[in-house]
Structures are given as C-alpha cells and as structure tokens.
Nanobody, 124 residues
C-alpha cells in the first residue's frame, strides 16, 4: 500500500506564503511524476503543478505560474509546493498525487495514488 500524507496547510493573509509538503510511504513503487491538485467548494478538482520524479521537469497551471514552485527531495521521498503571493482565489483543499503512467500529468485521471488533502485558506 502507498500512502501520501500532505502537511503545511493553514490560514494566511492575501500576499502571504505557505509551503505544502507531501511525504510518500509504504511499498516501493515506480512513479513518473508527482502532482498537486486543488479543489475549492462547489468546483471541480483542478491541476496546480507537477514534477517529473527522475528528471525534475516541472509543469504549472497558468493561474499559479510565477507564484508557486514545485520541488522534490528524492532521498526524503517528499514533494513540496511553495506558494507565494497567495490570493483569495487560491483557497481550496490541496491534494498531492503520484502517477505511475507516462504523460498527461495535468489530468487527475493519470494519477494512481492520492493524499487526503490539506486545507489552504487565504483571507483577503
């Protein structure tokens, strides 16, 4: 069994920063990518960022480019999402996910394992 556990969410004022972490544990598995998605109340889950586990290439949603940064620590089996210049519209539950498939990493359907989510609330 694979477990993904997110941490680092919370309440922050607009313009502030937060860093989310996602630690993977359990059985060893081969992954192509790790991603972050978010879901606001009444909205569908949307892609935020992804990182190729071996090469480190990164992908971002247009709405977060220049403000968010995804990174990974292979030794710690952990992926991070640094969020700067936060806006009220960034408020959502943020989910970490792992994909064992090649390609399409902006689509939630390409991910095999998901964390339980962590709440991020940005007050304006």
């Amino acid at each position: 069994q694979v477990q993904l556990v997110e941490s680092g969410g919370g309440l922050v004022q607009a313009g502030g920063s937060l860093r989310l972490s996602c630690a993977a544990s359990g059985r060893t598995f081969s992954r192509y990518a790790m991603g972050w998605f978010r879901q606001a109340p009444g909205k569908e889950r949307e892609f935020v960022a992804a990182i190729i586990w071996s090469g480190g290439n990164t992908y971002y949603a247009d709405s977060v480019k220049g403000r968010f940064s995804i990174s990974r620590d292979i030794a710690k089996n952990t992926v991070y999402l640094q969020m700067n210049s936060l806006k009220a519209e960034d408020t959502a539950v943020y989910y970490c996910a792992a994909s064992t498939r090649y390609g399409g990493w902006m689509s939630a359907g390409r991910y095999d394992y998901w964390g339980q989510g962590t709440q991020v609330t940005v007050s304006s």
